[in-house]
């Protein structure tokens, strides 16, 4: 091996072994000298991104896409019912190409699904802190007490997820 010669008097120090004689022996003291070393690099996973935008149709265009049809087929899947059926699988093979008739959501790792944006509150706070429901299960104890039955109706399906949560409560 040739040195340059602006290092040759460099090479050698006194009582100490050349330069090129250290490089080696650290390279081949490491592992990855080894040539039956093989390095493995895990796959990265990251969370979705998630947009942030004046623009309210801008904003409302993620919401389209996950209400429609089509596409909310391909993120949930077949129905459970249908997933045993090989019809309704080749069907949705034909238009999601690749695709488990699972779903999306179902194949996919647990921090690369978005979180919901719904949290209930403890079922003991939701009660107190809400003034309708406090109000709805004085209304509740009365018609009962009265022998009477009674129907909620519900314009948002998250109001009857709070509701279930408070009947379980009670």
């Not at 109706?153 to 408070?166: A, I, K, N, S």
Request: one cysteine or more; charged letters at 20%; glycine letters at 4%.
């Amino acid at each position: 091996m040739s040195i340059y010669p602006s290092l040759q008097r460099l090479d050698r120090a006194e009582s100490l072994p050349s330069l090129f004689f250290i490089s080696r022996s650290a390279w081949t003291e490491t592992c990855s000298s080894h040539s039956e070393v093989k390095w493995f690099g895990p796959a990265a996973t990251a969370p979705p991104i998630s947009t942030c935008c004046t623009d309210r149709t801008f904003m409302d265009r993620p919401s389209h896409i996950l209400d429609s049809p089509l596409e909310s087929l391909g993120l949930y899947g077949a129905l459970s019912s249908l997933r045993d059926s090989m019809d309704a699988c080749t069907t949705f093979d034909a238009h999601f190409p690749g695709l488990s008739c699972a779903s999306l959501f179902t194949t996919s790792l647990s921090d690369q699904i978005p979180l919901s944006m719904m949290q209930v509150p403890e079922a003991k706070r939701l009660a107190y802190d809400s003034a309708k429901l406090a109000r709805l299960n004085t209304l509740l104890q009365e018609l009962k007490a009265g022998d009477h039955r009674v129907l909620v109706y519900f314009q948002m399906t998250q109001m009857m997820d709070l509701m279930g949560e408070y009947l379980i409560y009670r």
